[in-house]
């Protein structure tokens, strides 16, 4: 089974450890220019000032890089969203997003198409990226629960990430710019928030 998320000093390489780190960062770089079909390994070679020959010691694979390389720039980590309260986590997410945004938009984009018509870039995107975004958000909300801040569970808590992240990546579609700080704190607010506090339901 493909896993993305290991270290790459794992592997055997020539290279050293700070510069295995880094090589991933060259992908988002390229996806920000072409589609993921145009994507090569040269392309990314080119943009990492590394052999070809490098890159397949570490990523045999297209999709397995472009995994790594996802997994290696995405825009939150655990311990960084963990303010003490739910609202604040969320805000946090926010900033983290938005921050990423510039980013995370372009790859993320041209990797949409990809995962509908190649399973292992799929596969690779499942687990360098959707699982580890869809626990952050989720683990907020668990935390909050043992504060009681909902007393239970919100039945829709398992929506937020999905929402969250699609707040943030299709507001250019809409030709309104990347996602900025004032809009996704308004949809927090107004949107999020009062969707995860069950009392907001009630009449």
């Known amino acids: 089974m493909l896993d993305v998320t290991d270290e790459p000093s794992t592997r055997r390489s020539r290279v050293s450890r700070a510069r295995e780190m880094e090589l991933p960062n060259a992908a988002p770089d390229v996806l920000g220019e072409v589609s993921y079909e145009e994507l090569s390994m040269d392309l990314i070679a080119a943009q990492g000032r590394c052999s070809k020959a490098t890159l397949d010691k570490l990523w045999p694979t297209k999709p397995q890089l472009v995994g790594a390389a996802l997994h290696a720039t995405r825009p939150m980590r655990p311990e960084e969203v963990d303010t003490g309260t739910l609202h604040g986590d969320l805000l946090t997410m926010v900033g983290l997003l938005v921050a990423g945004g510039e980013t995370m938009t372009a790859p993320a984009a041209a990797v949409g198409h990809g995962v ?40 829709g808590a398992h929506f937020l990430p999905e929402v969250l992240l699609s707040l943030a990546l299709t507001r250019p579609l809409f030709g309104r710019g990347p996602a900025d700080t004032d809009h996704l704190t308004r949809c927090v607010d107004q949107l999020l928030l009062p969707l995860l506090e069950p009392t907001a339901l009630q009449p």
């Open 116 to 155: 509908l018509t190649d399973e292992e870039l799929a596969r690779a995107v499942r687990t360098s990226v959707v699982e580890p975004w869809f626990a952050d958000p989720i683990g907020s909300v668990e935390r909050a629960v043992e504060r009681r801040e909902p007393a239970t569970r919100p039945p």
